[in-house]
């Protein structure tokens, strides 16, 4: 917006919205097909590790960094940082796969 000339302020007033409501979202549902070519990521998380700054900064090339996990326990499977699934780490030809044992039912709070 352009300033006053007088007084050099620049004029600003609030903007209006309508007010949403559940009935005005649930009147235009989104068929899920077009869902289907929406791209996530999938992560497969071994384990964490919390450590204080100056051990990360002496990690290098031949350092092993020890995981909160035992071997035993699953890698969890998260869709954009959702926990969503569990599972086992496996070998497809040349690659790691994870083989789902468990699906997990999502909420937000899980995220990361």
């Known amino acids: ?49 919390k450590l204080p700054l100056r051990e990360v900064l002496r990690l290098g090339v031949g350092s092993v960094l020890e995981l909160d996990r035992d071997i035993s326990q699953p890698v969890d499977l998260r869709i954009n940082g959702v926990l969503v699934a569990r599972g086992e780490v496996v070998v497809v030809q040349d690659h790691f796969a994870v083989r789902i044992r468990e699906l997990v039912q999502p909420t937000i709070s899980d995220s990361n």
């Open 1 to 49: 917006m352009p300033a006053t000339p007088e007084t050099n302020e620049i004029l600003a007033h609030a903007a209006e919205f309508p007010e949403l409501t559940p009935k005005t979202l649930s009147e235009t549902p989104v068929p899920l097909e077009r869902l289907h070519k929406v791209t996530v990521t999938i992560t497969a998380e071994l384990g964490r590790a």
